[in-house]
């Protein structure tokens, strides 16, 4: 069993930054890809950005340049780095684990409210 809980959401003018922090309590937390999604009122929850237990990431092409995922063995946290952030941003951002021994295992967070006004 997996519990995920993020922090670090929040209000932010349009051009500022916030970093997201997703703590993993559990398992072996080398065995789970890491991911953050988000979820804006009325929209279906999307991928935002991943990154695999060795450190290589993607992106979803409306953050890239702007957003950096890293995640910290050591501590079993994942943080999610937000620069430049714009009104379209706003959503509710989960953390996601997903069990890289089946692919079909997935954990969530609770969520983390974030506001960008313009």
């Known amino acids: 069993q997996v519990e995920l809980a993020e922090s670090g959401g929040g209000l932010v003018q349009a051009g500022g930054s916030l970093r997201l922090s997703c703590s993993f309590l559990?398992?072996?937390?080398?065995?789970?890809?890491m991911g953050w999604y988000r979820q804006a009122p009325g929209k279906q929850r999307e991928l935002v950005t991943t990154?695999?237990?060795?450190?290589?990431?993607s992106y979803e092409d409306s953050v890239k340049g702007r957003f950096t995922i890293s995640r910290d063995h050591a501590k079993n946290m994942v943080y999610l780095q937000m620069n430049s952030l714009k009104p379209e941003d706003t959503a509710v951002y989960y953390c996601?684990?997903?069990?890289?021994?089946?692919?079909?295992?997935?954990?969530w967070g609770q969520g983390t409210q974030v506001t960008v006004s313009s």
């Open positions: 996601n684990a997903k069990d890289l021994r089946d692919y079909s295992t997935d954990y």
């Open positions: 559990g398992t072996t937390f080398s065995w789970y890809v």
């Open positions: 990154i695999t237990p060795g450190g290589s990431t």
